[in-house]
Nanobody, 119 residues
């Protein structure tokens, strides 16, 4: 069974920065696309950024130029560097990864980490 462990959330003032980290563990034979999603109170979960083989990254329009997603292949990890944070970035951030384990590929989710942008 795989597990995704997130860290790095917290409270930050508008204009500040945070870096989220997500590390996958378990008997992993391969990792496909990894990504970060967020859910604000009363809203649906949305995709913030994804990164796939070849380090091809995609971002939702509202974070382009402010957030950077990156893989750490040696740690089976994905980071999200968040700069120039705005109050509308507040929410629970979830890590997602497509993992190949025991011959089958499945999508896994982390437990979520809270990001609050407020003065």
């Amino acid at each position: 069974q795989a597990q995704l462990q997130e860290s790095g959330g917290g409270l930050v003032q508008p204009g500040g920065s945070l870096k989220l980290d997500c590390q996958a563990s378990g008997r992993i034979f391969g990792i496909g696309t990894m990504g970060w999603y967020r859910q604000a109170p009363g809203k649906q979960r949305e995709c913030v950024a994804t990164i796939k083989a070849g380090n091809i990254a995609n971002y939702t329009d509202s974070v382009k130029g402010r957030f950077i997603i990156a893989r750490e292949y040696n740690r089976h990890a994905v980071n999200l560097q968040m700069n120039s944070l705005k109050p509308e970035d507040t929410g629970t951030y979830y890590c997602n990864a497509d993992l190949l384990m025991g011959g089958s590929r499945s999508s896994y989710w982390g437990q979520g980490t809270q990001v609050t942008v407020s003065s």
